[in-house]
């Protein structure tokens, strides 16, 4: 079981926790982009590879028998965060359809690039499972 760690006085952050306590089995997923279990892009949309970026962390977390109510943290590495940005609610659209309503602690940055140059979002997470 995790619990949501908000300081009283502080406004509720909207789309992820400010903190995530739990205690249980780790499963640290490694960075996901958007393509699909073959390895392959179908998109270069970021909102439809953000989609299939998530999909990644629940099946890597589902095989080790975790699911999205499990993820306490991610890290989002974006290309252009002036799209992300512009493209919030498309992006909050795939993320409840991936995770539900479930925000972790998160963290996200831009970055100059990414190892593979189609990928345009790369998301680390760790989730936790009750012991």
Not at 90 to 98: F, L, S
Not at 108 to 120: N, P, S, T, W, Y
Request: charged content about 20%.
């Amino acid at each position: 079981m995790s619990e949501i760690l908000q300081p009283d006085g502080w406004a509720k952050p909207a789309g992820y926790a400010n903190g995530v306590a739990a205690r249980g089995k780790q499963i640290f997923i490694a960075g996901q982009i958007g393509w699909n279990g073959q390895c392959q892009f179908e998109s270069d949309d970021l909102v439809v590879q953000i989609g299939q970026t998530l999909r990644n962390i629940v099946a890597v977390a589902a095989a080790g028998g975790a699911g999205p109510e499990h993820i306490v943290s991610m890290t989002w590495y974006l290309v252009d965060r002036k799209e992300y940005s512009a493209r919030l609610k498309e992006i909050g659209t795939v993320y409840r359809d991936a995770m539900g309503r479930r925000f972790p602690a998160m963290t996200a940055v831009q970055v100059a690039g990414l190892i593979e140059d189609r990928a345009k979002v790369e998301i680390q997470a760790i989730a936790v499972v009750p012991d």
